[in-house]
Structure formats: C-alpha cells, structure tokens
C-alpha cells in the first residue's frame, strides 16, 4: 500500500484524523488518572471494586510476563554456545546437515539438544518450503552508524566487536552516518576511524549527512535515510543484489555479541520471507552497567526484561533500538521516516504497511550492548534517564499514523490491524498508568473513606485482597531478582555477599524508580503528543564518553 | 512458542473471567452457603479494634483467632454476643448486630483497667482544683489566700506559687478568679483588710501580677479576653461592654450597650444585643458587621431576657448558651436545648458536641445531618441523649477521639461507653475530693484530680500511652475547646 508515513504536513480530514488519535492515548491516560482519582471520592464503593479488578488483572498479566520471561531467558542461554558459522554451512548442505543432527542428537546436553531441536524444526520447514537459500558467503551486512557527537572512544568499542566476532568481516561493510552540524572534532574522529579500520572490512565509509534538506528533522532517521540511499548507489554501481545485503542500524555505543552476524545471517536464510522480516536481537545496557547507580541498572535490567517477553511474541514484535532488516525491504519500504524520532519502531510500521500486512519482526536470542545513560552524579544521571525514557515514550507517535494508515489498508486482514491497534495502544496507556495506579491511585478509596465506605464489608476486604494480590507479586520479584543476577555480566571484581545482596534487594525499590522514570516519562511523552507540543530529540550523557545524538527540532525545513 | 503463548493467555484470560468475579463478590460480603436461597448468602463482618490492642475476642462464646485489632468475616446477618477480654482489664460484653454487605465497627473500644495506675504530683495536699481549657496549667488552691494558691504546669511537671514572695498582697483573700479558656493570664478579686483589688497573673511564669484594680471602677459581672490578646479585656456590667487595655491601662468605656450577651475570638467581639441583633466587630467596638439580619429569626432565638455566652466554636459553629441552659446555635435546628444546659465540650476533629444537664448528657454530631426519606424539610443534626440517670452532673470531657465520655457526678467519676451498638454502658472510674473538678486530656491519655483522702494532685493512666491515636495529618494542639468556666 502506498501511504506517507509521516503526521506532517497534512490537511482536511487526515489532519483531524491524525489529531484525533495523537490525543486518543494521552487523553485515555488522564481520563484514567483523574477518573479514578474522582471516583474514590464520589463513589468508593465502585473505585475500590474496579481496583481489586486491575490489581487482580495486573498480577496475571504479571505471571504471565515473569514465565515468558523465563521461557526467553532460556532460550537466549540456549544459544549462548551455539555454532552459528557451522550451521551457516549447514544451511547451503541441508540433507547432509539434517543427516548429520539427526546422527549426533544423542550425545548432547540437553540445552544442546533443544538448541538443535529447534535447528533441525527451521531447517526441516526450510527444506519443505522449497524456497531458495542464498549462500552465506555472499551475504553482505550493512552497519549503519549514525553519529553527531560521538568521538573515537565511543566508536572504537563498537566497531572492534564487528570484527571481534565469528563471522568474517570482509562481508561487513561498515558506514558512519556523520551529520554535517557535527563539529570539527568528531568529523576528524570518524575519519579517523576510517584509517584505523581500513582494510579490515569489507568496506569503510564515511557518509556525510548535509544539513536543512526538504522536509527532514533534526532526527537520526533522516541521517541514517541518507546514508542509505548513499549506499543504494554503492550497491548499484557494484552490481550487488540488494537480495545479498542485511541492513543493521545500530547506535554509535553498540556492541555486538560475538555471535550476532552469524545469528543474523541465519535467522536471514532460514526466514521463509527473508525480504519482509526485521531482525530483533535482545538489547542490554551491559557497557557501563556496574558503574552507574542502582536504580539505573534496575531500570535498564527491566528494559532488557521486557524485550525478552516480547520476542516470545513474534507476531506483535515491533523493532526497538538496534535492529537489522533486509535492504530490500528498507528500499522498498523508502527508507527510515525521515521526520520522526522514533524511526526505529516506525520502520517496522512502515514496512508492515507498505507491504500490507505481510511483514514480521524475526527474535534474535543474541544480545545487543549499549551504554547506559549516565552523567556521572545521581542527580544528571536521573535527569538524563528521564530524558531517554521519555525519548522511548515518544513511541506513541507510531500510534496515529498506524491507525490512520489501517483505516485505509484495506488489504490487511481487519483481526490483524485490530490485534496490532489494540496492543499498540493498551501498551502505551498501561505504560503511563499503571504504576500509578499501583502505588498511588488504588490506595486512595481507602484514603478518603467516608463513613458509607468505612463500614462497608468492601473497605475491609480490599485491603486484604490487595495484600495478598502483592503478596503474589513478590514471587514473581524473586524470581526478576534473580534473572537479573544471571542477566548481568561479571564484575571484575568478585563482590562480597552483601554487596550482590544489596543488588538484589535494590528491586524492592521498583515501585518508586518505575513510578518516577519510566511511568512518568511516559505520561509526559503522552501527554505532549496530545497538546501537539511534538518533542525534540535530547543528547544523553554516557558517563566515559561525553557525546550522543543532536537535539533536532521536528519539522524544520 | 507462538501456540504456547495464545493456550497460556487463553488459560490466564479464563482464570481472569473466572476468579475475577467471584473475588469481588466475596469482597463485597457475598459467600457461598448450601441450603440458602440461590446458594449465596450475603454475609456482614464486626471489625473490632481495642485500647490496649491483643485482646481476645469471642463470638457467640467461640474465641476468634488472633487479638485485636481483629476483622471476623463471613458472619451470617443477626445478633452476635461479643466479649473482648484482656488481661488486668475489664470485660467488655455486648450484643452486636451484623447486616449483609455491613461492617459492624467497634473501633474505638476502651478496654477499662481492672484498676486505675494513679500516682501523686507533688507532696502538697488541696483543697481546690480548677482547670483552665485548653491549656496545660492547673489551678490549686490549699485555702482561701493568693499565698495558698499554686500552678501546676502540666508539660514541665512543674508546681509553683500563683504569686511570688514579692507580692504585696500576698495574703489576700481570693474573692473571684475570672480565666478563659486556652488563655495563660487569669484574673483574680483579692481582699484583704476591706480593700478589693483585681489582679492579672499570668500562669506561665511566677512574676509579679499586674493591678488592674485602676480599670475595674465598678464591679464587673464577667470579663472576657481574648487568648490571643491577653492584655485586651472585655468588662461586661450593666447592659454595656467596656474594653480594657492593661497594658496601657487604659478604659474604653460603653463600647457596647444593650448587650444580651458577648464572646471573643481571634481579637473580633461578637455580640449579642437585645433587640435581637447579633454582628461582629472589633475589640473596641468599631468596624460592626451584622451577622444575624432576621429580626424575627432573632427574636425567636433568643427570647429568653437573661444573657448568653457566645463561644465561636469554629467559623461555621456559633453556640450560645443562655443563663437559664437554653442551648442555641447558628446551624440548624439552631435551638438543640431549651434550658439547663450547664456546660459543654466540643471536639473540632471530630464536629462533635458533647452537651450535659445535670442529670443528662447528650452529643449532637455535626459532620452528619439528620435525613428523613419522607420529610421535606430539612432538619439539621439533633442532641441525642446517651445518658439520662446522673445526680448532679458537673462536667463532662470526651476521650479517645470523642469516642468516649467521662464526667463528673457529684463526687464521682464516670465513665461512658459509647462504642456500642446499644445503650451507652457507665463504668465509675473513681471518687474524687468533694467540690473540685478533674481535668483530662487525650495527648497525654491521664487524668488529673485531687485524691479523695490525701487531697494530693494525682495522675491516673486512662488511655495507654502508646496506644493514642497517630493522627494522619498534622494537628493543631488541643484537640477539646472546653467550655470557659465562668467564675470560682
């Protein structure tokens, strides 16, 4: 389906339609706040039941997440060890490699013979289908860097783990997106890296992004867009098939695991529709984790957390952050939203809806790494993570131009548009609500009881079944506590017993640091969208390394 | 994973859709009987709360598990006979009724010692006590001199002299002593060799009291000041007001006339004409507002000639308490007493106001007003009699949060329950010396009154310490504003 994938620069009905639901998520979000709020004055009786009923939602919603979470988790240290370069091969022999799977099975450990289980399932299904497998050694992968601020030290982490990994680097062909408004300094720093990487890849580029083109923001789409159009030529003018080239768009304080392009490149392969699929891998804030504050790492262990459950649902997977997508589609699709902040998820929107319906996120069980934002006291370190919270928050733009580009798809099936609106929107106003209403709102009926209230059998029974509702959620704190423990890297130091107990119990503080800097953020994102009070994009503070992205202002010319 | 997923949300949407429901259910009271109509039955609960706390509750003789503070669910509709028990406490046993979807509420049960912790203040015996309302000083009296008469201050635990050695009339005879309520200065009549002098003490520490004697030309029928201007006063004689500044010592004189009755508070005068006008203004008499426009209103209020204290108990809450008990107020019905009102004690927290007779005490509950499902007209809270049996009732306080009353009769001091669901229980606490008062305060939980046989100051634990209230937001100082005693 044709459509433009932007809220700028519309008018008559699409305007109202867009307006309408960029203040739809906002305006529930208040609506629910507020409304609750009243109504543990007006009418307790009622506020308190609506409130055993969320509590008790919430607590299933929350076991439910916790065992997907656990399934994921597994399923991320089964591939910890896996072979990616050798069922690489594998995959251009299926019949000798399922001979020999079928052969070696019975002298695996089990997280083996599960891993290899799963192998043989996607082979099995690849052989079936019938469908062409490219040769690995021509698979070409495209990283995309975009950088504004971002020195050498930043840079140099990330680009030695491309070539630090098990896949070969002459089939990585790296780029430096560079933004012309970048000062001197990181312009010298990416041609630097130039020199110092030259050779070792297949390619390395420097793409200078020009300032104040038509119709881009100040946004990190417009610069990665251009690289890549840049790169469309490239491949034109060297004749290589857009069908060989893996596309990954990762920040400038990515780190890859060793493992990822040999993942990548066979989760690729083995995709039925590898030209409508994006490629998900899980993201950590493992750089720099042991260095920022506690309630920064719990915060960023739950972001991490909460990617895993979502790729145990590849059906409403939507790309976040670091991803890798086929060119082909990226062409196809035209490429990053060039005035939108959040181009990472909007990319996938873009191709779901360019392609009708007939696009996926793939799951990587591979982890991606980046810095966490800090800035080296607690109080800016807060400040900043409110910032990136809220950056994230500002999802919700998707939201409209989603929903007005399913009023017009036809061709999508209308249980797949409503499962795909429904979840889009239910997840940013549970985002923004919430912990609220968790921590706050349900308490209040209770708070402002008045004598009807009071001797009502409802005001002695809430609290009780509240009690016993969070009682519950303490399971499934433990068991968070303790994949967050197995989640982070080592320290290079051993720490004493107390010191990981004090890790531990610095999930016990959830309640307050999820209320304050991710509810919150969330609610303010949310809330600017509705008054049209669209957002610019802020510079985060890495704690050893100074720069991140521009600010840019939406909508400038 | 993706089959996975859908059959656990199926199986989670389903326990939802399930569970759900029937937990909202029994949290609104309803539970599951066989036998009864429809299966279910709505229950009530009784939720009794104790002071002291880790009492043993039983229902129908079947002891409840756990203490108190105690929640028994799923009781049936009916009539349950409670009995709390704690150990060096008195029994508590009453019949309560439970109705469906209802929580019957003991919240505020004093449990009563089995026998009151009293211990002497001080070494001295007495032969008078008087309070003064809302602040922490006592008034004792060994005899009839101002030499024979002591503060005790209530936060130091502090006795001392009322004047000091240096007082030159030392050894005069008390006449009268005029004090207000929350006011820290009293004023006393002395006489001695046939002169009379009027004199300023200021309780709060031992100096040498002002002689007002200059600004008192004829004798006064009540003075009145307000607690926040302790130097300016109001002399009531004759009709007409005179205001007094002792710190100038200076008179205003007739700053009002044909007054039927005054209060102060928060340095505005209020006041009651004859003509059945009431208006506020200030302490000299400027600045008048009329607060009562209806002459006809005014006139059926107060058509009792005699004069009338005016207390403004809040900005919403006047009371007038007229010389012959008539007890009116400016909320509706306005009249809740015709006569023999003596005295009463309001809880500002609580809106509640406790009203005594001499043989009755009564509470008029103004957070609530009285509904009626068929009357039109709307009523306005009522006294309600909880106690009708006393001899000679002299004071009345509430305890615990307005929860509770004590009150002297007589010589006597009693106790009376009114968390119950049926007649308001007396329980006689202990007997103190003839003709004194006691005084009680919740923030300390004791009382304090002069022992019938040593006539020695003596404290005795009400309500344990520990157990007091922690109110949930910050409050002002004194919880009871006690009707100002008029003269010894």
Known sequence: ?557 | MILLRRIVLYLFTLIYLVFCPLTIFYALGFMYQPGSEHGIVKTGLVYVSTVPSGATVYLNDMRYEGTTPSVIRNLIPGSYQVRVELKGHQLWNQEVPVEAEHASVLEKMLLLPESLKKHSLGAQSFEQMTVIPGTPFLLLARGKKISECFVYDLKKKLEYPLSGPLFEWEDAKVLQTHLVSRAKTIVVKLERQNARRFYQFDLSLENTPKDLTSLFPEEPKKILWDPSAETHLLVFKDKHLNYLRSDKKTIYPKVAGNVQGFGVENKNLYLLRDDHTFAVMTLDGRNEKALLKDAVLGESLFEDKGFYDIDVLSPELILFLGEKGALISNRLPYRFAHAEVKGYDYAPRQKKLLVWTRSEIGVIDFSKAEESETDVFEKGPRLIWMFTRGKSIQKATWIYDAAHVIFQDQDHLVFLDLETFNKAETHELLQMKEDTAYHYTDQTGLLYFLDRESGKLTAAELLPKRELILLPFPTRQEKTVKRRLMML
């Not at chain 1, 630090?164 to 560079?178: D, W």
């Not at chain 1, 923004?432 to 004598?451: C, E, Q």
Request: proline residues 5%.
């Open chain 1, 1 to 557: 389906m044709k459509f433009n994938f932007s809220g700028k620069k519309l008018t008559g009905s699409e305007r109202a339609i867009q307006r309408f639901f960029e203040i739809l998520p906002g305006a529930t979000s208040w609506f629910i706040l507020i409304g609750m709020t009243l109504l543990s004055f007006w009418n307790p009786i009622l506020a308190a039941v609506l409130i055993i009923a969320f509590d008790f939602f919430w607590i299933l919603r929350l076991f439910f997440m916790t065992l997907f979470l656990v399934i994921s988790y597994f399923r991320l240290s089964l591939e910890k060890e896996t072979d990616w370069m050798a069922r690489l091969h594998g995959l251009n022999h299926l019949t000798d490699a399922l001979t020999f799977l079928n052969k070696d099975f019975g002298t695996r450990s089990l997280p083996q013979k599960i891993s290899s289980w799963i192998h043989r399932k996607e082979m099995t299904e690849l052989q079936r289908s019938g469908a062409s497998v490219p040769d690995f050694k021509k698979i070409i992968h495209l990283v995309l860097i975009p950088i504004v601020r971002e020195t050498p030290e930043i840079l140099r982490d990330s680009i030695s783990s491309f070539l630090n990994g098990y896949f070969p680097s002459e089939q990585i062909l790296v780029v430096i997106a560079l933004e012309e408004r970048a000062t001197e300094d990181v312009k010298a720093g990416a041609q630097q890296m130039a020199r110092e990487f030259e050779g070792k890849f297949f390619d390395f580029k420097v793409i200078l992004h020009p300032n104040h083109i038509p119709g881009e923001a100040r946004v990190k789409g417009a610069n990665v867009t251009y690289a890549a159009r840049e790169m469309t030529r490239y491949f034109e003018q060297k004749e290589i098939l857009f069908d060989r080239v893996i596309v990954s768009c990762f920040d400038a304080d990515t780190v890859v695991d060793a493992h990822y392009f040999g993942c990548l490149t066979y989760q690729y392969m083995v995709c039925p529709k590898r030209e409508r699929a994006s490629f998900q891998p899980i993201p950590v804030y493992h750089n720099n984790i042991w260095k920022v504050p506690g309630f920064v790492r719990v915060l960023e262990t739950g972001s991490s957390f909460f990617q895993l459950v979502e790729s145990t649902d590849p059906e409403k997977l939507v790309t976040f952050s670091s991803h890798s997508m086929s060119f082909r589609a990226l062409v196809e699709a035209d490429y990053w939203p060039v005035d939108m902040i959040s181009d990472d998820s909007a990319i996938f929107w873009k191709c779901y809806i360019h392609y009708d319906g007939d696009y996926r996120v793939v799951p990587l069980y591979v982890t991606v790494s980046m810095d966490v934002a800090d800035a080296g006291n607690w109080w800016k370190t807060i400040v900043n993570v409110y910032r990136q919270k809220r950056r994230w928050a500002w999802g919700v733009e998707n939201f409209p131009i989603v929903m007005r580009a399913f009023l017009q798809a036809k061709k999508i099936p209308f249980s797949e548009k409503m499962g795909h609106g429904v979840k889009l929107f239910e997840m940013h106003v549970a985002w923004a609500t919430w912990a609220f209403l968790l921590s706050v709102i349900g308490w209040l009926p209770a708070l402002f009881a008045g004598r009807e209230f009071s001797h009502s059998v409802l005001y002695y029974s809430t609290p009780r079944i509240t009690a016993i509702i969070f009682g519950f959620s303490t399971c499934a704190l433990v068991v968070t506590i303790i994949m967050s423990l197995w989640l982070l890297p080592k320290r290079e130091k051993r720490d004493s017993v107390f010191r990981r107990l004090g890790f531990a119990l610095q999930w016990v503080f959830v309640p307050g640091i999820f209320t304050f800097l991710s509810t919150l953020p969330a609610l303010e994102a949310q809330t600017r969208l509705m008054l049209g009070a669209y957002m610019e994009k802020w510079g985060t503070d890495t704690m050893q390394r100074p720069a991140v992205f521009s600010s840019p202002a939406p909508g400038k010319q």
